[in-house]
Nanobody
């Protein structure tokens, strides 16, 4: 089992930047794709970005494409989410997750089997 811990959230003004980190412990996460999701108050959890292992291929939600960048450092068991040009609508709890099936770029929450506790990101207008 992989344990995931997110950090780096906070309060930022619109147009600002934050970098989230997700550190994995326990079973190695390096063979698996990793994803970032977010959940705004009163809404369903939604896909943000995912990255696979061997080639570092990435996939983003349209709402964050060009503003957010996902990356990973397998030596540090860490996945990152660099968020630039933040908007008030980016306000949410952000979660990282490990893909259950392996090395797939999945958008569905059902395809992820390990989740962190989340980190709050609040963007003020």
């Amino acid at each position: 089992q992989v344990q995931l811990v997110e950090s780096g959230g906070g309060l930022v003004q619109a147009g600002g930047s934050l970098k989230l980190s997700c550190v994995a412990s326990g079973r190695t996460f390096s063979p698996y794709s990793m994803g970032w999701f977010r959940q705004a108050s009163g809404k369903d959890r939604e896909f943000v970005a995912t990255i696979n292992r061997p080639n570092g291929y990435t996939h983003y939600a349209d709402s964050v494409k060009g503003r957010f960048t996902i990356s990973r450092d397998n030596a540090k068991n860490t996945v990152y989410l660099q968020m630039n040009s933040l908007k008030p609508e980016d306000t949410a709890v952000y979660y990282c997750a490990k893909n259950a099936r392996g090395d797939f770029l999945s958008q569905s929450t059902f395809e992820y089997d390990s989740w962190g506790q989340g980190t709050q990101v609040t963007v003020s207008s």
